[in-house]
C-alpha cells in the first residue's frame, strides 16, 4: 500500500463513514480487521492507498460489508464508454433475475415488457437461428476480450433473453451450451464493473446451464466463474472451496478436450483465494501447480481463458501485488511478456497490477506511472472503471507534487477526475 492524501472522496472517506456509523473506535475497528489502528488511520486519512483488494477485503469485513461498497464503482463523466456500460448493467441484471430455468418461459420468449425492441421474440414469433446467436455470441466475447464493456453490456441482456426462447425449441442443445458461454461471460463483464453481487447471479445461472448440457468441463467452467464472483466479494473461503472441488469432479474425465486448460485455470483461483486467506504456502503450491501444468500445455485460447505460461505468470504478478510482496511480484513481471496473450482483458492486469507493485517501492513511480498509462492505452474503459487504479493514480499524484511525477500523471487523473 503506497502513501497519499487526498481530500477527494474515496476510499478511505467510505471506511470512516461506516465506521462512524457502527459507533466504532478506529482501534476497535482495527482489530476486527486484523491489521494496526496506525494502519487504519492512514487509510482513513488518506495518508496510505486502498489499492490492495486483500487488505479492502479485510477492511469490508471487519465493517460487515463488501470490498465493492467500499471500493465504489468510479465512472469519470468524460469517458461516455463507461458511463453506457455502467448505465446497461441494470438491464442485463433484470435479464438474468428472468433467467431462471426452472421457470417456463412465457410463449415465444420472456421479453414480453420489450416489445417495442424485440417484436420477433414478445409477439411470439421465430427468433433468430442458433447458428446467427452463436455469431453474435462470437461478437460478445471480442468486446469483453478487449474490454469494451460498454459494447459487450449493450449486447447481453438481448442475447440472454434470445438464448433462453431459444432453449425450448429444436435446439435446445446448442443454445443451452451458448446461454452458458454468455451467463460466464456477463460473470466477468459485471465484475470487472465492480458489481460482484450481479457477477454472482450470473455466475449462478451459467450453472444452471451447465447442469443442463451434463457437460463436466462445462460445469467446472461454471464453478470457476461462481470462484471469482465469491473472491470479488471477499469470500475467499467459499472462493477456494468451489475451486478446488469442481478440481476434484474433472478428475475422472481427464482425456476430454479443456480439461487441462480448465484445471489450470481452477488452479489459479484456488491460489488467488489462498491467498486472500493468507495461505501463502498453500497459495505458492497452487501457483507451482498451475506453472507445471501450463508447461505441458504450452499457450492456449480454450475457452477464452487463455491459460498458459503468459497468464500464470500475470495472474501471480497481481496475487503477489495483493499478497504484500511488490518485490516479487516485479520479478515476474520482468519475466512475463504480456504481448504474447492477444487480448487486452489480460494484458490489461498485467500492466495495472505491476504498476500497483511498483508504487509500493521506493523510487519506481515513474515506471509505475508509465505501465498505468500503458494500460490505459490497451483497456481505457477498464482502467476508468477500477477503484484500483484511482488509488495507484491518487498516490502517485500525491507523490509528484514533491517529486515531479510530469505532465502525463497530470492527464491521467484528470481522466479519472482527480483533483
Keep these: 500500500m503506497t502513501p497519499r492524501h487526498t481530500a477527494d472522496p474515496s476510499i478511505g472517506s467510505r471506511i470512516q463513514a461506516r465506521r462512524l456509523l457502527r459507533g466504532w473506535s478506529i482501534r476497535y475497528a482495527a ?76 410463449p415465444g420468449g420472456t421479453a414480453v415488457t420489450r416489445a417495442h425492441r ?74 470487472n464493473l465492480g458489481h460482484p453481487a450481479d457477477a454472482w447471479l450470473a455466475a449462478e445461472r451459467c450453472r444452471d446451464a451447465a447442469r443442463a448440457t451434463e457437460d463436466p468441463v462445462l460445469l467446472a467452467y461454471a464453478a470457476y466463474a461462481r470462484s471469482c464472483a465469491a473472491t470479488a466479494c471477499g469470500s475467499f473461503g467459499s472462493g477456494l472451496v468451489l475451486a478446488a472441488h469442481a478440481l476434484d469432479d474433472l478428475e475422472p474425465h481427464s482425456s476430454r478436450t479443456g480439461v487441462l486448460e ?26 507451482i501447480e498451475a506453472g507445471e501444468l501450463a508447461r505441458r500445455t504450452g499457450e492456449t485460447t480454450t475457452m477464452g481463458l487463455y491459460f498458459g505460461p503468459t497468464n500464470v505468470g500475470i495472474w501471480r504478478i497481481g496475487i503477489e501485488a495483493d499478497g504484500g510482496d511488490p518485490g516479487r511480484a516485479t520479478e515476474i513481471a520482468r ?46 474503459q477498464h482502467i476508468h472503471t477500477s477503484a484500483m487504479a484511482q488509488e495507484t493514480t491518487r498516490a502517485l499524484l500525491d507523490r509528484s507534487r514533491r517529486a515531479a511525477g510530469g505532465p502525463e500523471l497530470r492527464a491521467l487523473a484528470e481522466r479519472l477526475q482527480l483533483t
Excluded at 461498497?69 to 448505465?87: I, K, M, Q, T, Y
Design 262 to 287: 480448465m484445471r489450470g485455470s481452477l488452479q489459479l483461483q484456488c491460489a488467488h483465494a489462498s491467498r486472500g486467506l493468507k495461505l501463502l504456502d498453500d497459495s505458492r503450491a497452487w501457483a
Design 335 to 380: 519475466a512475463t511478456n504480456p504481448a504474447i496473450v492477444p487480448a487486452g482483458f489480460r494484458q490489461v492486469f498485467y500492466y495495472a497490477d505491476t504498476a500497483r507493485a511498483l508504487a509500493r517501492l521506493r523510487g519506481r513511480d515513474r515506471e509505475a506511472i508509465r505501465l498505468l498509462l500503458i494500460a490505459e492505452r490497451v483497456a481505457p
Design 118 to 191: 424485440e417484436p420477433s421474440i414478445s409477439r411470439g414469433e421465430p427468433g433468430r437461428p442458433v447458428a446467427e446467436l452463436a455469431r453474435a455470441v462470437a461478437l460478445l466475447d471480442s468486446l469483453r476480450q478487449a474490454c469494451d464493456y460498454a459494447g459487450a453490456a449493450r449486447l447481453t441482456a438481448d442475447l440472454l433473453r434470445e438464448l433462453r426462447a431459444a432453449t425450448t425449441g429444436s435446439e435446445r442443445a446448442p443454445a443451452m451450451r451458448l446461454l452458458c458461454d454468455v451467463t460466464f461471460m456477463a460473470s466477468s463483464v459485471l465484475r
Design 31 to 106: 482489530s476486527r480487521a486484523g491489521i494496526s489502528h496506525s494502519t487504519w488511520s492512514r487509510i482513513e486519512r488518506g495518508l496510505l492507498a486502498a489499492d490492495n483488494r486483500f487488505v479492502l477485503a479485510d477492511l469490508a469485513t471487519a465493517l460487515e460489508c463488501s470490498p465493492a461498497e467500499l471500493a465504489g464503482a468510479p465512472v469519470p463523466a468524460s469517458d461516455r464508454s463507461a458511463v453506457a456500460a455502467h448505465a446497461a448493467v441494470h438491464a442485463i441484471r433484470q435479464a438474468l433475475i428472468d433467467l431462471d430455468l426452472t421457470i417456463p418461459p412465457t
